[in-house]
């Protein structure tokens, strides 16, 4: 299985640019939207809409809800999505090429959600 967003959810995950450092997406969905299990590196992601969605990974849940104009850092994880609330979703991510030398976390233990550290 191919773990990459614009692979695995070529309709709501679209590349805008990319280089050999980064990679911005943009991500949109509507309310009732899942996504399947993916993979996101270390990432800055910015929110363009308020929005709530469960994300779950290995066996673990959390909800999360997020206004818009919000800046977020997002741990490298494997999870999938499901858009709870009543707003479409629009976000950018900015996903990082180079992984953290000190982390050593695997994505699949890494916190999971965005968080503001």
């Keep these: 299985m191919n773990l990459d967003p614009t692979v695995s959810n070529p309709d709501l995950y679209n590349l805008i640019f990319e ?3 980064i990679r ?3 991500y949109k969905d509507r309310p009732g939207d899942s996504t399947t299990p993916h993979l996101h ?3 800055v992601m910015y929110t ?3 929005f709530k969605r469960r994300l779950a990974s290995g066996g673990r849940e959390v ?3 997020i206004d818009a104009g919000s800046v ?3 741990d490298a994880q494997n999870h999938s999505g499901l858009n709870i609330g009543d707003t479409d979703t629009h976000v950018i991510f900015v996903e990082l090429k180079e992984p953290d030398p000190a ?3 695997a994505p ?3 916190p999971l959600g965005p968080s503001t550290a």
Excluded: F, Q, T
């Design 19 to 21: 280089n050999d450092r």
């Design 24 to 26: 911005v997406l943009e």
């Design 41 to 43: 590196p270390d990432s």
């Design 48 to 50: 363009l809409s308020s």
């Design 63 to 65: 909800d999360v809800a």
């Design 72 to 74: 977020r850092w997002l």
């Design 103 to 105: 982390n050593g976390a």
């Design 108 to 110: 699949d233990s890494a």
